[in-house]
Each structure stands twice: as C-alpha cells, then as structure tokens.
C-alpha cells in the first residue's frame, strides 16, 4: 500500500464532500495544476483508493421510512452468517450493513416507501431468517447528517 501526501489527502477530502468537482475547480483549494489534480485522481481511481463515485438524491424524489435494525444472530457459525450477510447485501432497502460488538451482532440502516413496505422487508427478510434469533427495529425521525465519508486527516 502506498503513502498519501497531503495533496492526496486534501483531494480525498474535497472528493468525498463533493465528488463533481472538476481539476480546474479543485485547483483553487489545492496547490496543483489542474493535469498534476487529474493524474492523482486517475491514479487514486486505478489503485482502488477511490472506488466508486455516487449521486447522493435528495429526498425529494420521495418520501421514505428510515429504521435501524438491531440484529441478534441465532447461529454464529460462519456459513450462516456469511449467507444472511449475501442475502442481506443484494437487498435495495439495505443501506448500511455494520457488524457490531455487544449484544446485538449487526446494525442495519433499512430505507422504504412506508411501513407495508418496512412490514414486508422485516417478514420475507428478517422474520424468515434461519440465522435470525431476535431483532429490534428504531425509526429515524429525521436525518440531520448522513455520509459515508472518512475523516481523513490534513496534515
């Protein structure tokens, strides 16, 4: 694995804020040319340092039911998780999946139309799961900050 310097790591920032940004853009806030910008994103994008590029939407598309999901697993042997996390991962209404410490095993964030939709999910995914023992659902009220980005340090 290679080293970042801070030129990587100030693009990495201004990248995960706003991925749209053009070189020509991104030179007002890094000390680069605009080609000496693109060779760097070309390489982090090649290197896999940079691994997707993703529209965020806002919510105006629709409205939506966000829950997070506490899972407790029945059987921790590997095989049935691994095939719960396969069938869980491939599933649209699944945002986020986190493998958690304590009492509960993972933490899923779950977005659908309205609650026949969450009602749905929750029978044919969760309830039906043979891996499942137990889970405890919160609904989100509102979203105040949401994002995937890493905090990446500016030296």
Known sequence: ?????????????????????????LANDVALSPSAIARRVRRMREDGTIVADRAEVSERIGPFLSAVVLVQLDRHARQSVDELLRRLEVRSEVQIILEVAGPYDLLLLVAVK????????????????????????????????????WPIPIE
């Open 114 to 149: 309205d609650m026949d939709a969450f009602n749905a999910f929750a029978d044919s995914v969760l309830a039906e799961d043979p891996a499942m023992q137990r889970y405890e659902t919160r609904f989100v009220k509102r979203r105040r900050k949401f994002t995937g980005a």
């Open 1 to 25: 694995m290679r080293e970042w310097d801070a030129y990587d790591r100030k693009l990495l920032k201004l990248l995960q804020d706003d991925a749209l940004r053009s070189a020509e853009d």
